[in-house]
């Protein structure tokens, strides 16, 4: 079996956003790759007032790395964010960020 298992993801992908929306923001950085904490969040919209609603629009593998898209509902607003994930042989590991259009649910 690969190391990348859909449902390992998901099931990481579910936990990282529920920590998100709980504001737990040192548990959400230890999801990240320490190497790309200087400078994933540049040039990124993320949550920063409370999340009061999710909607996670897929938790999918692209070779051997992940992808999830979340839509994120705050009081200033949606933002639709999207991370790239790989797996360092023992668990998954956020990359990348960027944003996607929210608009209506897909």
């Known amino acids: 079996m690969s190391t990348a298992d859909?449902?390992?993801?998901?099931?990481?992908y579910r936990r990282h956003v529920a920590l998100v929306q709980a504001g737990d923001l040192k548990s959400v950085l230890a999801?990240?790759?320490p190497a790309v904490l200087p400078t994933v969040f540049e040039g990124v919209s993320t949550p920063r007032?409370?999340?009061?609603?999710?909607?996670?629009?897929?938790?999918?593998?692209?070779?051997?790395?992940?992808?999830?898209e979340c839509v994120y509902t705050?009081?200033?607003g949606v933002i639709g964010l999207r991370s790239g994930w790989r797996h360092d042989g023992e668990r998954w590991?956020?990359?990348?960020?960027?944003?996607?259009?929210?608009?209506?649910?897909?």
């Open 6 to 12: 859909l449902a390992g993801f998901e099931e990481t």
């Open 31 to 33: 999801d990240m790759d």
């Open 49 to 68: 007032d409370a999340v009061t609603g999710t909607e996670i629009r897929a938790a999918r593998l692209e070779g051997e790395r992940a992808v999830g």
């Open 74 to 76: 705050t009081d200033g």
């Open 93 to 106: 590991l956020a990359d990348a960020l960027d944003n996607f259009e929210a608009g209506a649910s897909s």
